[in-house]
Nanobody, 124 residues
Framework: QVQLVESGGGLVQAGGSLRLSCAAS????????MGWFRQAPGKEREFVAA????????YYTNSVRGRFTISRDNAKNTVYLEMNSLKPEDTAVYYC?????????????????WGQGTQVTVSS
């Protein structure tokens, strides 16, 4: 069983930055890839970024590549999402998710534990 708790969301002006954190319970953290997803009002949940179990590999959706950075600290059982140059279209509830293996995927079917989400609102 893995429990995930996100934090760090909030209201920020366009061009600003936020850092999301996701604290995980359980002993299997380093053996799982971790992902960040988001869901805007009226839209389906979409993939944002993922990081492999070791942290050596990362993958981003095109719309955030170069602006967002995913990282993890396996000693702290925590994954982060550093978000810079935020845009109004980044407004969404952001969820972290634990993958079914060390390999990273963008499809949500490869993630079996989810956090409750944290709201990110970017004003123009």
């Amino acid at each position: 069983q893995v429990q995930l708790v996100e934090s760090g969301g909030g209201l920020v002006q366009a061009g600003g930055s936020l850092r999301l954190s996701c604290a995980a319970s359980g002993r299997t953290f380093s053996s799982r890839a971790m992902g960040w997803f988001r869901q805007a009002p009226g839209k389906e949940r979409e993939f944002v970024a993922a990081i492999s179990g070791s942290g050596s590999n990362t993958y981003y959706t095109n719309s955030v590549r170069g602006r967002f950075t995913i990282s993890r600290d396996n000693a702290k059982n925590t994954v982060y999402l550093e978000m810079n140059s935020l845009k109004p279209e980044d407004t969404a509830v952001y969820y972290c998710a634990a993958g079914v293996s060390i390999n990273l995927y963008s499809a949500d079917r490869f993630y079996d534990y989810w956090g409750q989400g944290t709201q990110v609102t970017v004003s123009s």
